[in-house]
């Protein structure tokens, strides 16, 4: 097996850890006074005399409540339930834990389903928080909340990342509890919006500016769902499943148990149609398109191609101890078997007007397994006393067969030479991530100490097979290669700091802090070949290595804050000492050593310019080291026409960034209007240093590196630089009851390189055009459509006449339209545009799935639905790639046509009944 017993036993012990907390509880049950029956979702409130909250519960769904004791002996027991009398009860002194049985008289109401209702008004402004009423946005009756998220002013959401005025979500909480981690797409998309009070869009601050109340300018564009109050005591989920033609099929669900701060959601998924992730559309991925998220801990990177995935996913949270102690548990399986088939065009730019072209055919099959776990403990020790822990664990294996078929050409009709190879490589690794942040309050308001440590380990061990066969067209000749190569590699990270605050008046306030980090790293590499005459297996001692390496870094830093009604200001000055120490063991012995030491200075500044308008600036610098990889002066030879090795002669990157935003949104009109100006300039920028064999070429004396060939490594440069202008303007049309978002974009990116000893700088620069429109009518008809164009040019120093411009242009319309009872109709048109990428990836494609189906009266929970996906047969997977020496195209398998029947099941119930849709 692939992963460890050590692991399940670590999970088990986290999971069941959350429990040992809630000692201190009163225990009671509530029921009928008629039939005796549980009474599940009654409310249950403990108070003084005064009639002052203490402490405040829900029963589960056996008419049980647990409520943290309130500290007093003698208090008012209250509980309350839709439908019944409210039941009060005096209780002095009570001896053990339990409270005993509450019997509720009926009021004699009869009530088949409920739902509070939110004020009128559109939304509020209050401060950096924007906050929406869900009740002004109309959706279907069955939609989650990513589709309520997306009517909103400003929201883009496309292939599963989510923006909220050009800014990208990272997290989203419910109930300001984080749910599913850092998965803004699974969230959104396993909580129903029938269940949503409001949406808010913040800048959450980091952790540490939480617990101390200075702020540090971090901040995380985050979603926080308000769920109605009616509907924190219940349980709610979806089940679906699905069979097709050509055998495809899906099916999943996720089932939501919410008992007040007691919340469990389960989510389930097996599919052979490309959802990979539970933040994706029910029904799969057509476009097989690599280029979409897995930067988040709770979701797997997506791969190309053709893909059949069993997923689990677990989500708990609760509070302990009188709601001092809050805890959130994540937990993520991840099973994938992937085909991918993809076709590859590059064009390298060459000096002196030169070109050479590199076609690439690739099939690749790969089997992955995923385990992902996240807690995150939040513990208020007492009103001086915080801390919050944050622990990680992944596991990850992955096996795969590469067949590749390769030319170097100098034009279309003239071969260089060819590599055809197979490899098979399997890898197993591991990382454990911990982060724990302490705060402790002085007497003296806002003198504050807090200490922080972070730690990180990573273990892998990889082998790989490979057979190749090259052949070089000038000279007829033909040699092949047989490698086994084995690779294992650790690192250990660590940092710790502790931070100081004074308070300098009622305003403002000094920070000194003081932080240590080191990252340890160790490469093993074995390559051994197969002599093709005598079949004798050696050892191969030019891309045999082993490496060790230590990056340290001490920086100091000092900051100072302000903050007014309407103008807050952040800004430090740090001093950082690094040094890089490297050692060669094999081949031969090397150590190299390097010491860095740099300024960073830092600014934010937030000005609150009106009720509704705000402007933000951000300026900050940092640096960035090379990793071991990069370090290593070994040659690998993966692809045998495209070599790489490593430059020990690295220094850090250093790196300008400037964000500026403004913005002004008046949820009472539902108006938006945002700009932003983001710039980044790179000293020392780790690029490539490209070499093109002109002929059969030995690279360091003792690898073969045949004509045509490329062979890669990293250099520093400079001239690295990126600058980006988004506007967006959203407005209601009201004569259609609709909304509409138009935005703009422009980003030049110059990025530096060497090809054969000469600088090149390709310069791409971007210009888009979009529209989002999105009705607001009613629960029966519901349409979105965004469209969305960009003008690319790509221009080359060492060939400034080269013509790489070209156009993209995607358009997306959804329809939902329940035209007569429970019969609906449903659409999803996406038109594709690509011109001026050359013959064979031009393409103007029309891809058209569409619905037909019933709701099954009269709760309309059960759902059949009749699905056509790729109604004209036209879906292709087309990417261009631009870098600092090639621009590629890529061609990628994607699924076609196929027909599915669909069956529903939605589950809403809360405070005890069953609720239609």
């Known amino acids: 097996m692939p992963f460890r017993l050590p692991f399940f036993l670590l999970l088990a012990f986290v999971f069941t850890s959350f429990s040992l907390f809630g000692q201190q509880k009163y225990t009671g049950t509530i029921v009928d006074s008629d039939t005796k029956e549980p009474l599940f979702g009654a409310y249950v409130f403990l108070k003084d005399s005064e009639g002052e909250t203490l402490s405040s519960s829900y029963t589960d769904f056996d008419g049980v409540f647990q409520i943290n004791k309130p500290g007093k002996n003698s208090f008012l027991v209250e509980v309350s339930f839709i439908g019944y009398q409210t039941l009060q009860k005096n209780v002095n002194a009570p001896s053990g834990n339990d409270l005993g049985t509450f019997e509720l008289q009926s009021d004699g109401q009869e009530m088949e389903a409920f739902e509070l209702s939110a004020d009128a008004l559109t939304g509020e402004v209050r401060g950096d928080t924007v906050a ?9 009756p069955q ?74 300018g971090e901040t995380t564009k985050t979603i926080n769902i308000i769920t109605k109050p009616g509907m924190r005591a219940g349980r709610f989920g979806k089940f679906y499943g699905g069979y097709g033609t050509d055998n495809n099929y899906i099916a999943g669900g996720n089932m939501n148990f919410f008992n007040g701060a007691r919340r469990l959601s389960i989510l389930g998924l097996t599919n052979n149609i490309n959802q990979q992730n539970f933040g994706e559309d029910d029904l799969g991925n057509l476009n097989s398109d690599d280029s979409r998220r897995g930067g988040n801990e709770l979701a797997v990177g997506e791969l190309p191609g053709i893909t059949t995935t069993n997923a689990v996913g677990v989500n708990f949270s609760d509070e302990y101890l009188g709601e001092k102690l809050k805890v959130t548990g994540n937990y993520l399986f991840n099973d994938r078997d992937n085909v991918l088939t993809r076709s590859s065009s590059r064009e390298y730019i060459l000096p002196n007007d030169s070109l050479q072209l590199y076609n690439e ?38 096996k795969s067969t590469t067949i590749r078929d390769a030319y170097n050409l100098f034009d279309a009709a003239t071969p260089i030479s060819q590599n055809q190879n197979t490899t098979v490589s399997e890898r197993q690794s591991m990382n454990f991530r911990n982060s724990l942040i302490y705060r402790y309050n002085f007497a003296k308001e806002g003198r504050t100490l807090s200490t922080y440590i972070y730690t990180s380990t990573y273990d892998s061990d990889s082998q790989s097979d490979l057979v190749a066969a090259n052949r070089n067209f000038q000279t007829a000749n033909v040699d092949s290669l047989i490698q086994f190569r084995n690779s294992l590699y650790s690192s250990l990270y660590y940092s710790t700091g502790v931070s100081y605050f004074e308070p300098l008046g009622e305003r403002s306030r000094l920070r000194i802090e003081y932080r240590l980090s080191n990252n340890a790293s160790d490469t093993d590499q074995t390559v051994e070949v197969q002599e093709p005459e005598t079949d004798i297996i050696r050892l191969d001692t030019a891309l045999t290595n082993r490496f060790e390496n230590q990056y340290m870094t001490q920086r100091g830093r000092i900051g100072y804050s302000y903050k007014s009604e309407k103008v807050s200001l952040y800004s430090t000055v740090s001093y950082e000492s690094a040094s890089i120490d490297s050692d060669r063991l094999f081949p031969g012995f090397e150590n190299t050593q390097r010491t860095f030491s740099n300024v960073l200075p830092r600014l934010v500044v ?11 600036v951000d300026y900050n610098t ?50 938006s209007l945002m700009f932003f100006l983001y710039g980044n300039i790179r000293q020392d920028y780790i690029g490539n240093e490209t070499f093109i064999a002109p002929k059969d070429t030995l690279i360091q004396n003792e690898v073969l590196l045949n004509q045509g060939g490329q062979y890669t490594r990293p250099v520093n440069l400079n001239n690295y630089y990126v600058a980006r202008l988004y506007g967006s303007y959203g407005f209601p049309l009201k004569f259609m009851k609709s909304n509409l978002n138009i935005n703009s974009s422009f980003t030049v990116r110059n990025r530096p390189g060497i090809i054969n000893d000469q600088e090149n700088f390709n310069t791409n620069t971007t210009f888009s055009q979009g529209i989002n429109l999105s009705s607001n009518i009613n629960d029966r008809i519901d349409f979105n459509i965004s469209s969305r164009g960009s003008f690319n040019t790509v221009r080359s120093s060492l060939q400034e006449d080269l013509d790489n411009n070209f156009y993209t242009h995607r358009t997306r319309a959804d329809l939902f339209w329940n035209f007569v009872g429970g019969i609906f109709v449903g659409s999803s048109v996406n038109h594709q545009v690509y011109t001026g990428l050359g013959e064979g990836f031009d393409r103007s494609i029309f891809l058209v799935n569409l619905d037909l189906g019933y709701r099954i009266p009269p709760s309309n929970k059960t759902e059949i639905k009749l699905t056509v996906f790729d109604l004209m047969n036209q879906n292709v997977s087309i990417d261009r790639n631009v870098t600092d020496v090639f621009v590629e195209d890529v061609r990628t398998q994607v699924l076609r046509q196929f027909f599915m029947l669909t069956v529903t099941y939605n589950l809403r119930r809360f405070g005890g009944y069953d609720m239609a849709l």
């Not at 310019?609 to 933000?616: A, N, T, V």
């Open 606 to 616: 937030n000005y609150q310019m009106g009720e509704y308008s705000s402007l933000r």
């Open 622 to 671: 940092d640096t960035d080291a090379p990793s071991i990889r990069q370090l290593q002066d070994v040659i690998s030879n993966s692809n045998p026409m495209q070599i790489s090795n490593g430059n020990p002669d690295l220094k850090q990157e250093y790196s300008h960034r400037l964000f500026t935003r403004f913005r002004k949104i008046n949820p009472e009109t539902n108006r």
């Open 361 to 398: 055919d690739r099939n690749n099959q790969t089997r992955t397994q995923s385990h992902r776990m996240s807690a995150r403990i939040d513990y208020e020790i007492d009103e001086r006393q915080a801390l919050i822990l944050r622990p990680r664990i992944g596991l990850d294996y992955r």
């Open 132 to 140: 929406f009423n869900a009740n002004a946005f109309k959706t279907r």
């Open 143 to 216: 939609a989650d909340a990513d589709e309520l998220v997306r009517k909103m002013p400003g929201v883009v959401i496309q292939n599963g990342v989510i923006e909220v005025q050009g800014e990208e979500v990272k997290e989203v909480l419910v109930d300001g509890r984080p749910f599913f981690g850092d998965n803004p797409a699974a969230a959104l998309k396993n909580l129903p919006a029938q269940v949503v009070l409001k949406i808010e869009f913040l800048d959450q601050q980091s952790d540490e500016a939480r617990l101390t109340g200075f702020d540090d």
